[in-house]
């Protein structure tokens, strides 16, 4: 029989490790949800599917290996979330980059890279991105895809800014002092409703449960 550990548990159902006969794989549960979330946590196992089906065989994200209604079955990834990782590798930095404009190559934006759990620090040492429940994948990379991709980008440079400041290039700084125009209009308009509805209502806090968070690889 296999051994499962519950990594996350929340409104929007379970996150699973399960060790088995071929090896441990994450399993994302929707069918768990609340009933008044269940439509939800649907959708949005069907974009992270979505995602990871656009992604297939590239290094550094997981590998889809099964999408149902309720449940998402993706490869594990071993390593450690950012957040706890720490690093101040410069060339972890530059790798995830490089990671990321594949992403943006292969049509896919991430849209949740600001979450540190959300960025895993392999054994090996390279970068790797994981929770693509918010991912979007188009086919047309039009104006509001490459708003997207840059605020990706930025994302991954207020990292880099935490952890290695000195290390940042002029480009670099001037992309972080320059908000997108969708940048800014978030930050006036959704994102005091968005925190308003995690923080007091659904009781998140942007790190809570960061740990089983980075867990869920």
Request: charged residues 30%; glycine residues 8%.
């Amino acid at each position: 029989m296999d051994d499962e550990q519950i990594l996350k548990c929340d409104l929007f159902g379970e996150v699973v490790l399960r060790h088995g006969a071929q090896g441990p794989v994450i399993v994302r549960n929707a069918g768990s949800a609340r009933w008044w979330l269940r439509w939800l946590a649907r959708y949005l196992l069907g974009r992270e599917a979505k995602a990871l089906a656009a992604l297939d065989g590239m290094d550094g994200v997981p590998q889809l290996l099964q999408h149902e209604r309720d449940t998402l079955f993706r490869s594990y990834l071993a390593g450690k979330p950012l957040h706890e990782a720490k690093t101040e590798d410069l060339l972890w930095f530059k790798a995830a980059a490089r990671l990321l404009r594949r992403l943006h190559g292969a049509g896919v934006c991430h849209n949740d890279l600001a979450k540190e759990p959300n960025l895993l620090v392999l054994d090996d040492g390279s970068p790797a991105f994981i929770d693509f429940q918010l991912a979007w994948h188009t086919a047309r990379r039009g104006r509001l895809f490459r708003g997207a991709a840059r605020e990706d980008i930025r994302h991954l440079l207020k990292h880099k800014r935490s952890y290695c400041p000195d290390r940042l290039t002029q480009r670099e700084r001037a992309i972080l002092a320059n908000p997108s125009p969708m940048s800014r209009v978030w930050a006036r308009t959704v994102k005091p409703m968005y925190f308003f509805i995690t923080r007091r209502i659904l009781g998140w806090a942007d790190r809570e449960g960061a740990a089983d968070r980075g867990s869920t690889r």
